[in-house]
């Protein structure tokens, strides 16, 4: 039990640090990301470089989470925990993505000189990469694994109230199919529906986040490890 606690509450420190690096990397980009003619303007470009360094403490906390849980995880249902760290790595494929991209006008900014309104375009596009590797990465990946997958197999494994796992079971689909009108122009994705159906993911995240580092895992007794609650083989009882 101990073990486990140590694992749920290095696993919830984790989640809580890719909130934090998530909303500053976010935060630090911001004049990069809003103004058009950023090549040619006065730059942030330290500002922007924290915001990268925000967003490889993120790529590590995310697969952090994805490491830590696994043993934990795969006891309940192998597949989907091996779907939770693919999940989680090609998440963070997206992000470095993103990365590079911001990294790239950053470096156009600062070798270009005079001759950088040439070069607008290109920076531009760079941006657009980066808003697209947010929207497939963090906007529709996580709903995949952070949310269904991780939801169901916290649903599944009793480690932490059922109802709040339903948070990620039902937001994790609801902010991918978000993801998806985006893609196909029903709605921006700094509109209120996006904000809406991303609601139950967030409040799913910081749940695990506080709860794991404040509580851990509930305790769960049973015979065996991995099978349904309920069966002749693993009749399992949850202690909050």
């Known amino acids: 039990m101990k073990a486990s606690n140590r694992t749920a509450r290095t696993a919830g420190i984790l989640f809580l640090l890719t909130f934090a690096s998530a909303i500053a990397g976010a935060a630090l980009y911001a004049p990069l ?6 090549l040619t303007g006065p730059g942030a470009d330290t500002r922007i470089l924290l915001g990268a360094v925000c967003e490889l403490v993120l790529i590590i906390t995310n697969i952090g989470t994805a490491v830590v849980l696994y043993p934990v995880l795969r006891r309940h249902s192998e597949t989907a925990a091996v779907g939770y760290v693919a999940a989680r790595i090609m998440e963070c494929a997206l992000i470095a993505v993103g990365i590079l991209s ?5 470096t156009l900014r600062q070798s270009t000189g005079a001759d950088a309104g040439e070069y607008l375009p290109v920076a531009r596009a760079l941006v657009a990469v980066h808003g697209w590797t ?41 902010m991918s ?55 002749a083989t693993n009749r399992q009882t949850a202690e909050p």
């Open 33 to 38: 990301l809003t103004e058009p003619d950023y």
């Open 102 to 106: 911001v990294l790239t006008v950053v």
């Open 134 to 174: 947010f929207l497939l990465g963090p906007g529709f990946v996580v709903g995949i694994g952070n949310g269904l997958l991780l939801g169901f197999l916290m649903y599944r494994s009793h480690l932490v109230p059922r109802p709040m796992a339903l948070f990620g079971l039902i937001g994790g689909p609801l």
């Open 177 to 231: 199919l978000s993801g998806l009108a985006v893609l196909f122009g029903t709605y921006e994705q700094t509109s209120v529906p996006s904000a809406l159906a991303t609601l139950p993911e967030i409040i799913w995240e910081a749940f695990l986040g506080i709860y794991l580092t404040a509580v851990g895992f509930r305790r769960v007794r049973g015979n065996g490890a991995g099978a349904a609650p309920g069966t």
